[in-house]
Structure formats: C-alpha cells, structure tokens
C-alpha cells in the first residue's frame, strides 16, 4: 500500500478535523502518500480529490466541522454512481481508504468494498454514539456538553419563572445525548427511544414534582421519542395540565458544532492513527473503535446491524435522582 485517501460524510460531528488530522500525520510517518476527498461519496464520484501534508492539517485539532466538508450522495446509493467513484480512485491510484461517519457512511463502504475491493477502515464519527463496536462515537462528548451548558441557562430561567421546559435535543434513534445531558442537568424527566415513557408518566412525574413544592422542571426529549418531538410532548401535556407555564425549546444542529472537548480529540486521534495503521496490517471493512480504553476493530457489517443499547443503570439513574 502506497497511497491512501480519507473523507468525512454524513452529519458533521466535533473532533472529526482531530481525526482528518491524525489520519494525514500517520500516514506521512508510515511513507503514504495521502489524499482528501472532499464531500464524502459525492466528492469521490466527482473527483474532488487532492493531495495532502503535514501543513494541510496545521492548526485544525481544535476545530469543529469538517475541513474535507461532508454531503449525502443519492448518485452512490447506484451501481452506477460507485463505479464512477471507483474509477476516480483509479485514476490517483488510490490503494484504501478511512471514512470518518456513522451507520450511513459504513453502508456504503461495506458495499464499495464488496464489489470493487478497496480496502476501508472506518472511524467512527458521529455525535449520536449509537454504533456497535466502540464505547464512544467522535462529537458525542462535545455534544452532551454543549446540551448540558443550554440545559444549565435554560433551568435559570425556569427557576425564575416557575416554568416547565420541553427540552429538544439530537437522537433520532438514539437516546445518548438525552439521557447523558438530562442526567447531569438534573432533568425530572427524560423521553428517548429505547424506552417506553408515556404521556401519562410525564403527568404524573410533574403532579408529583407539583405536590413536593418543586417550582420549575425540566423535561429531556430525545427527537425520535416514540411520543414525538418536544413540541407535540408538550402540546400533549398541556391539553391534559392547563395550569401549568410551557415552554419549549429546541437545540437542534447547535449540537454539531463548536470545538471539540479534549475527550473527542483524543478519540478522534486514536481512532485516526489505528485506521491508517490498520489499513497497513491488512484490515478491510472494518471500522477502529475504542472499547474498554483499547483500540478495537469491528467489521462494518456488525457496526451496522448490530445494536447498541443505553446502559440500564442510567435508566434507573434518572428515576432515582428525579425524586
């Protein structure tokens, strides 16, 4: 192996240039010629692809976003659309590749690989931390902080107004972000959606919070909730507590960005360095990850089917703490 490319795709997440960074530095210190792919999938089937060094990745570490930029690529979900991105690298000799992303992104490296043979290693770059095969995701830190510090600004006003918060944050399918923000911000309830919380629970939760005198309170909604997002929660529990002051807020792609805790940084970077290095040790369709503090590899195949569930005892962590 002589000359490797790396791209970012899907949702941007915090610490992903950490990763970019470490990827380009490992492979000029194993002798690779390395290159950039910008905007993912969609810049491989245009060609967007150029060389890099070590300056090309200067003072990027504390960075958020992407500096490779990131897309969403219908044309590559086609045969015919990944065979004009094989042939692109062809035509600069492109001998593997690392992907920084999630579940999408390894999708569709798993598939390129099995049908044209590029070696992939993947890292996992996402701010949900729902994928199999590593304890934590790149930007997953950085984004229950940044819900944490809006969670924190938002409890001062409640207290002051004697309000109830419906709380939105990222996690479409996972409850990461909501539990781990709703946790430390001291939340009364959190909703996500790999638990069954009723609108009848939430009632009850805010009558009893009602009874012990508790002035304000806040509830975290994870935006696949299978109750719905935090505005139609709320309009649910209004209908049924007239009485009580609602207000709603929605973090949204606040949470993709920012720089990177040190935690993220230091993920990103590990899991740059080991994919260049796996690459190098003959690792295919693999993504690196950290489990347990050791760099691990898991076929792309399990980080996509197989599931990642929330702990248990931080489910029961917030039951307890919100009496």
Same mark, same amino acid.
């Given at each position: 192996?002589?000359? *490797?490319?790396?791209?970012?795709?899907?949702?941007?997440?915090?610490?992903?240039?950490?990763?970019?960074?470490?990827?380009?530095?490992?492979?000029?210190?194993?002798?690779?010629?390395?290159?950039?792919?910008?905007? %993912?999938?969609?810049?491989?089937?245009?060609?967007?692809?150029?060389?890099?060094?070590?300056?090309?990745?200067?003072?990027?570490?504390?960075?958020? %976003?992407?500096?490779?930029? &990131?897309?969403? +690529?219908?044309?590559?979900?086609?045969?015919?659309?990944?065979?004009?991105?094989?042939?692109? $690298?062809?035509?600069?000799?492109?001998?593997?590749?690392?992907?920084?992303?999630?579940?999408?992104?390894?999708?569709?490296? #798993?598939?390129?690989?099995?049908?044209?043979?590029?070696?992939?290693?993947?890292?996992?770059?996402?701010?949900?931390?729902?994928?199999?095969?590593?304890?934590?995701?790149?930007?997953?830190?950085?984004?229950?902080?940044?819900? $944490?510090?809006?969670?924190? #600004?938002?409890?001062?006003?409640?207290?002051?107004?004697?309000?109830?918060?419906?709380?939105?944050?990222?996690?479409?399918?996972?409850?990461?972000?909501?539990?781990? &923000?709703?946790? +430390?911000?001291?939340?009364?309830?959190?909703?996500?959606?790999?638990?069954?919380?009723?609108?009848?629970?939430?009632?009850?939760?805010?009558?009893?919070? #009602?009874?012990?005198? #508790?002035?304000?309170?806040?509830?975290?909604?994870?935006? %696949?909730?299978?109750?719905?997002? @935090?505005?139609?929660?709320?309009?649910?529990?209004? @209908?049924?507590?007239?009485?009580?002051?609602?207000?709603?807020? *929605? $973090?949204?792609? *606040?949470?993709?960005?920012?720089?990177?805790?040190?935690?993220?940084?230091?993920?990103?970077?590990?899991?740059?360095?080991? @994919?260049?290095?796996? $690459?190098?040790?003959?690792?295919?369709?693999?993504?690196?990850?950290?489990?347990?503090?050791?760099?691990?590899?898991?076929?792309?195949?399990?980080?996509?089917?197989?599931?990642?569930?929330?702990?248990?005892?931080?489910?029961?962590?917030?039951?307890?703490?919100?009496?």
């Amino acid at each position: 192996m002589k000359r *490797i490319a790396v791209f970012t795709s899907g949702g941007d997440a915090p610490g992903m240039n950490a990763c970019i960074r470490a990827v380009v530095r490992c492979a000029i210190y194993n002798k690779l010629e390395v290159y950039g792919i910008k905007r %993912g999938y969609e810049g491989m089937i245009s060609g967007q692809i150029q060389a890099m060094n070590s300056h090309s990745v200067s003072n990027i570490v504390q960075k958020g %976003g992407t500096i490779l930029k &990131s897309a969403r +690529s219908k044309e590559f979900m086609t045969p015919e659309g990944r065979k004009k991105a094989f042939q692109q $690298l062809k035509n600069f000799d492109i001998d593997g590749l690392v992907a920084i992303g999630g579940n999408g992104t390894f999708t569709g490296a #798993k598939l390129f690989y099995e049908e044209f043979g590029i070696p992939t290693v993947g890292c996992p770059g996402t701010i949900d931390n729902d994928l199999y095969g590593t304890d934590y995701t790149i930007g997953y830190d950085t984004a229950v902080n940044t819900a $944490l510090d809006a969670i924190d #600004k938002i409890r001062d006003t409640a207290d002051s107004h004697n309000r109830v918060f419906f709380i939105e944050v990222m996690g479409r399918d996972s409850g990461y972000i909501a539990i781990q &923000s709703g946790i +430390s911000g001291g939340a009364e309830i959190v909703m996500v959606p790999e638990t069954d919380t009723s609108i009848e629970t939430v009632i009850h939760t805010l009558e009893k919070g #009602k009874l012990q005198h #508790k002035t304000s309170a806040i509830v975290i909604v994870a935006e %696949g909730d299978e109750e719905g997002n @935090a505005t139609e929660v709320a309009a649910k529990v209004g @209908a049924k507590l007239s009485d009580l002051d609602i207000k709603v807020t *929605i $973090l949204g792609h *606040i949470q993709r960005g920012g720089s990177p805790t040190s935690r993220d940084r230091i993920l990103a970077s590990r899991t740059g360095v080991a @994919a260049v290095e796996g $690459l190098l040790k003959g690792h295919k369709s693999v993504m690196a990850g950290v489990v347990n503090d050791e760099v691990v590899f898991t076929p792309f195949v399990d980080t996509i089917t197989k599931h990642k569930p929330i702990s248990n005892d931080l489910i029961r962590l917030v039951h307890i703490l919100s009496i």
